[in-house]
């Protein structure tokens, strides 16, 4: 086969791997205790309203025939746009229109779309980076511009020591600079993997320096609000036209239906739209028209799905695993950054004398699937042992397999030390 620099590029990613290890663990293999991956949580209160609007849809004349029967444009689906218009000009407090949201096959493939826009040589010769300001950041950014040379450049955080146990990350505005090479500005709010949710005001800060730099801010908000609202902190969701918000289906527990959403102005949703006609011809049909029906009423359904099952869901999933873990570390060093949204833990073993990667070998020798923290930081130059002494792990677990996966992690690490 030729050897291309895409094929080389897609063949070594950290995201096949976790794909791979999560896609494995769920259809294969029953006895892996599966802390890895970012597949939500099985809530029966949310799984029950989806089979309910599927049967609704299914008992609706023709609507089921229509939906697997018809390509949508390639901004996606009519009926879906408008009444997400309607839901987030009120959610974001900017008077929205059609033209300025587009759907996606997943979250996934807008950030490629947006990515290899803001990226790469532009006329005039200069070649533009994305700058992540936080790293820890998304693992899944880090191979989406397999034809740019270091496409990604990235911050290190302030690391701010809450209490004996728990860790934040400040974005270090000291640091940070946004020069002549960036193209555009991304940073996923809550931040997969860490947990951490940048503050109203530190938003404002990165949206000014954005703003005055000339390029544009995208705020992944897969498990921000307004949906899926997986987020245990105050975080007003925000947009103005210098911004890019990237909204998912999936952490709602739609991840199977592949539906992602842009909002943003008008010339960028136009890009999108030809990025879908171009790589997909026009993304699916079947998240929009389910998610649709929940929007109804100005999307009254899909906000009390939020605010009664799925936000107490998972702060109470991930109160229990801070619990959990409390317990099993006993002795051993660990730092756990503050919990403040999405579905992760994400645990920083000071001085661990082997890698996290080590110790994700080991857990998954046990049947314990975790991920190795130094995949999730895109575009970090230069040494820091701190990404080295990291793991992210899921609370979304069923409990007995949290319970199991934690209480090995705590036993190996508790090795992994004593063997200093
Ligand atoms: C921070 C973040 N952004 C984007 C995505 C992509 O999600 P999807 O393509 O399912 O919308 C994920 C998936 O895990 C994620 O964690």
Same mark, same amino acid.
């Given at each position: 086969?030729?050897?291309?620099?895409?094929?080389?590029?897609?063949?070594?990613?950290?995201?096949?791997?976790?794909?791979?290890?999560?896609?494995?663990? *769920?259809?294969?293999?029953?006895?892996?205790?599966?802390?890895?991956?970012?597949?939500?949580?099985?809530?029966?209160?949310?799984?029950?309203?989806?089979?309910?609007?599927?049967?609704?849809?299914?008992?609706?004349?023709?609507?089921?025939?229509?939906?697997?029967?018809?390509?949508?444009?390639?901004?996606?689906?009519?009926?879906?746009?408008?009444?997400?218009?309607?839901?987030?000009?009120?959610?974001?407090?900017?008077?929205?229109?059609?033209?300025? *949201?587009? &759907?996606?096959?997943?979250?996934?493939?807008?950030?490629?779309?947006?990515?290899?826009?803001?990226?790469?040589?532009?006329?005039?010769?200069?070649?533009?980076?994305?700058?992540? @300001?936080?790293?820890?950041?998304?693992?899944?950014?880090?191979?989406?511009?397999?034809? &740019?040379?270091?496409?990604?450049?990235?911050?290190?955080?302030?690391?701010?020591?809450?209490?004996?146990?728990?860790?934040?990350?400040?974005?270090?505005?000291?640091?940070?600079?946004?020069?002549?090479?960036?193209?555009?500005?991304?940073?996923?709010?809550?931040?997969?993997?860490?947990?951490?949710?940048?503050?109203?005001?530190?938003? %404002?800060?990165?949206?000014?320096?954005?703003?005055?730099?000339?390029? @544009?801010?995208?705020?992944?908000?897969?498990?921000?609000?307004?949906? @899926?609202? *997986?987020?245990?902190?105050?975080?007003?969701?925000?947009?103005?036209?210098?911004?890019?918000?990237?909204?998912?289906?999936?952490?709602?527990?739609?991840?199977?239906?592949?539906?992602?959403?842009?909002?943003?102005?008008?010339?960028?949703?136009?890009? *999108?739209?030809?990025?879908?006609?171009?790589?997909?011809?026009?993304?699916?049909?079947?998240?929009?028209?389910?998610?649709?029906?929940?929007?109804?009423?100005? /999307?009254?359904?899909?906000?009390?799905?939020?605010?009664?099952?799925?936000?107490?869901?998972?702060?109470?999933?991930?109160?229990?695993?801070?619990?959990?873990?409390?317990?099993?570390?006993?002795? &051993? @060093?660990?730092? &756990?950054?503050?919990?403040?949204?999405?579905?992760?833990?994400?645990?920083?073993?000071?001085?661990?004398?082997?890698?996290?990667?080590?110790?994700?070998?080991?857990?998954?020798?046990?049947?314990?699937?975790?991920?190795?923290?130094?995949?999730?930081?895109?575009?970090?130059?230069?040494?820091?042992?701190?990404?080295?002494?990291?793991?992210?792990?899921?609370?979304? %677990?069923?409990?007995?397999?949290?319970?199991? /996966?934690?209480?090995?992690?705590?036993?190996?690490?508790?090795?992994?030390?004593?063997?200093?």
């Amino acid at each position: 086969m030729h050897d291309s620099e895409f094929g080389r590029a897609a063949r070594d990613s950290g995201i096949l791997r976790l794909m791979d290890d999560l896609g494995g663990a *769920i259809n294969r293999d029953a006895g892996v205790q599966m802390l890895g991956g970012g597949n939500p949580a099985a809530i029966p209160a949310v799984e029950k309203v989806f089979r309910a609007e599927m049967e609704a849809m299914l008992a609706d004349g023709r609507a089921f025939e229509r939906m697997v029967g018809n390509y949508d444009s390639p901004q996606g689906n009519d009926a879906f746009i408008e009444a997400l218009a309607e839901l987030l000009s009120g959610a974001l407090g900017q008077p929205l229109t059609r033209d300025n *949201i587009a &759907v996606t096959n997943g979250s996934q493939a807008a950030f490629g779309a947006l990515f290899n826009m803001f990226a790469g040589r532009a006329r005039g010769g200069k070649v533009k980076k994305i700058l992540l @300001p936080m790293t820890p950041e998304y693992i899944g950014y880090a191979d989406l511009l397999p034809g &740019v040379r270091h496409g990604f450049t990235a911050a290190r955080p302030r690391i701010e020591e809450l209490d004996d146990w728990r860790f934040k990350y400040r974005l270090d505005f000291e640091r940070l600079r946004i020069g002549d090479d960036i193209g555009a500005v991304c940073i996923s709010r809550p931040t997969n993997p860490s947990g951490n949710v940048i503050t109203d005001d530190e938003l %404002a800060r990165l949206r000014r320096m954005a703003r005055e730099a000339g390029v @544009p801010l995208i705020v992944d908000g897969a498990y921000g609000p307004p949906f @899926p609202g *997986i987020v245990f902190t105050r975080a007003t969701p925000c947009w103005d036209e210098n911004m890019i918000l990237c909204l998912s289906l999936s952490k709602l527990g739609m991840p199977g239906a592949r539906t992602g959403i842009v909002v943003a102005r008008p010339e960028i949703i136009a890009h *999108i739209t030809e990025s879908n006609a171009i790589f997909t011809l026009a993304p699916g049909r079947f998240g929009p028209s389910l998610a649709a029906r929940l929007l109804a009423n100005g /999307g009254e359904k899909l906000t009390a799905l939020c605010a009664q099952h799925i936000t107490p869901y998972y702060r109470e999933r991930s109160r229990r695993a801070g619990e959990l873990l409390r317990e099993a570390a006993h002795g &051993v @060093p660990l730092r &756990v950054h503050a919990s403040e949204g999405a579905i992760f833990l994400w645990l920083w073993f000071p001085g661990m004398p082997i890698s996290g990667d080590a110790l994700y070998r080991r857990l998954k020798r046990r049947g314990v699937l975790v991920v190795a923290g130094e995949h999730f930081f895109p575009g970090l130059k230069g040494a820091w042992r701190h990404r080295e002494e990291c793991i992210r792990v899921t609370f979304a %677990a069923e409990a007995a397999q949290l319970e199991r /996966g934690i209480a090995a992690i705590g036993e190996e690490a508790r090795r992994a030390y004593a063997a200093r």
